[in-house]
DNA sequence: TTGAAAGCGCTAACAA
DNA sequence: TTGTTAGCGCTTTCAA
């Protein structure tokens, strides 16, 4: 079953041409005499040539490939990144190479910087602090950063956190909520920026906020945090948790604690998975447009690689998707 | 910013050795003389020299990349298929080129074709029939198959998916369902085998089966189906679904059209996927072990390139779960 | 243990 | 329009 695979030497030599032409008629580079377009037509239809990319790709310096690094595939946070990121890119003839550090930031270097070598442009969602980065930098290829970046040097596209969870803590108060909590996930980036959005909008309103933490940004983390948030002296009426996973863990742990949602307490979360639609109640969220994300990056590493203009820094709207998992206090 | 990299000639030079001897260190392929050994280590330390993957690739003819390809990122059962692929590649100094081809059949072709060449093996998950699926073999690469083959003669890797049905049907006929249904997706390959396990329990039970269709295995079907299926002279009692998205769409809109689950109905689904616990009720469903068929995938695609003894067809067994979606009828 | 030399499959000047 | 030639950065005989 081994098959020689018939390289641009073969099809000259059949044709009778020379590789350059060969290859300029590949590449559709220039207008050749019908004969010769026609001979080495149907030579290649014969042979079944394709050119190896790999050697293509040693001489032009371009791989055609978009590095993608994300910190966890089954978030579906990241998913509609990827979709969206991965849709432009094969609309441009691009591939995508994911990489999946698996919330590990120890993977991340050694990864992206192998990584840097494969691929024309690289997006990528770090959990490293901004000055651990200058490597990337280093790098020397067009690469775009999911997040917001005050020294860093590189192009970027993030949600505006701060001001989706401003917006989402604006209407739990005009709700009537009172004692509101947010559980968080300190290790992440936005954490602070969805904390402080919270927190703004509370004390613009004379409203205290009681936080909590977690390990991990997952549901797990959610129904493990609710006998402690729960089951003090007072409990919250309404919790804003760092993402959606954990609002879902969180909201099947209190039902199972005998608390009504949002009757007992209102829940909030952030991303707008699409699975919050189908918990009961649905869930109330803070839509990031993940997809958009995806997609935004995509179109500002491959306008670097072409040398077209694009803004340093894209920020994308977040909206408030308001569902029945928080409800009006009076 | 540019840099000029430097390249296995720089480091000979630098170092006062020839290129091959370089290239014998960084492989690790032999012995060296303690001087030189250490001259080449510090140069290549200094200049900071990583050598170029993609000559290396060029010459080898290895590129330590495995394609994947899956029809929809965001349905989590692909998802996790690609989490444990992704795991055991990186475990093995591989990294994997994502193909997502949207549930678009047109798109496969082309996009396997130029993946097949950057590649040194791949992983296909597909909705071609099988007799339009010879130019796969013809790719001459490593590939293995996700599900069920008669003829193709390629490695794959398969949830037992009629098991998997006949197993959730003897539960359900043994919980006392009369009026069971058959929510399916006809495109699917794996449609017709879970179809099958459960029309053989409940034919070896003297039960009928009511059948419906969808248009794509997703939430949004599952919801659009639910009043054909519900508002009839007479409704199901039970409803498997041909996997947990739609399962979860039904759920959602039964319980809006004012049917109670499991009460008036239990529902099913194919998966496990994660947020079939997070809903109300939980949802009961086979669990296809999707991350464990990313792992054997990958595992296989590994033996197979580096010429180690693998079986040929892998099934994997299903698990049924258990959850409040399903109810015992007397 | 080390090096010289011949490519891998292709592209990119430059000439013809 | 077509061909010649010189590599891209690396590996791999084979000889020293």
Chains 1, 2 share one sequence.
């Not at 649905?282 to 994300?293: A, G, I, N, R």
Request: proline share 5%; hydrophobic share 40%; aromatic share 6%.
């Amino acid at each position: 079953m081994k098959k020689n695979i018939p390289t641009i030497r073969d099809v000259a030599a059949a044709a009778g041409v020379s590789t350059a032409t060969v290859s300029k008629y590949v590449n559709g580079a220039q207008k050749f005499s019908p004969a010769v377009e026609a001979t080495i037509k149907s030579v290649i239809a014969q042979l079944g040539y394709r050119s190896n990319p790999l050697a293509q790709s040693m001489i032009t310096g371009r791989t055609k490939t978009i590095g993608l690094s994300v910190l966890d595939i089954s978030n579906p946070h990241f998913t509609s990144i990827v979709k969206g990121a991965n849709r432009v890119a094969l609309e441009h003839g691009y591939t995508v190479l994911l990489v999946d550090t698996d919330e590990n930031p120890d993977r991340e270097r050694p990864l992206l910087e192998a990584l840097s070598r494969r691929v024309d442009g690289m997006i990528v969602f770090s959990r490293m602090q901004e000055q651990d980065m200058d490597w990337v930098v280093q790098l020397d290829k067009p690469t775009v950063y999911f997040g917001r970046l005050t020294d860093l040097k590189l192009p970027s596209v993030s949600s505006d956190d701060h001001r989706g969870a401003y917006m989402l803590a604006q209407h739990l108060v005009a709700q009537g909520h009172q004692r509101i909590a947010y559980l968080g996930f300190s290790r992440s980036r936005r954490d602070q920026e969805r904390l402080d959005g919270v927190r703004d909008c509370l004390a613009a309103n004379q409203l205290a906020l009681a936080t909590f933490d977690t390990h991990s940004p997952s549901a797990l983390e959610g129904e493990r945090m609710c006998s402690p948030i729960m089951l003090g002296a007072s409990h919250p009426d309404a919790l804003v948790c760092y993402n959606d996973l954990m609002a879902l863990g969180f909201m099947k742990e209190a039902q199972i604690l005998g608390f009504r949602v949002p009757a007992d307490i209102s829940v909030a979360g952030f991303d707008n998975i699409q699975f919050g639609r189908y918990t009961s109640p649905p869930l109330t969220t803070v839509d990031l447009q993940s997809e958009h994300m995806g997609v935004a990056a995509m179109e500002k590493v491959l306008a670097i690689i072409d040398g077209k203009p694009t803004k340093d820094f894209t920020l994308i709207e977040p909206q408030l998707i308001l569902r029945a998992s928080t409800v009006a206090r009076r």
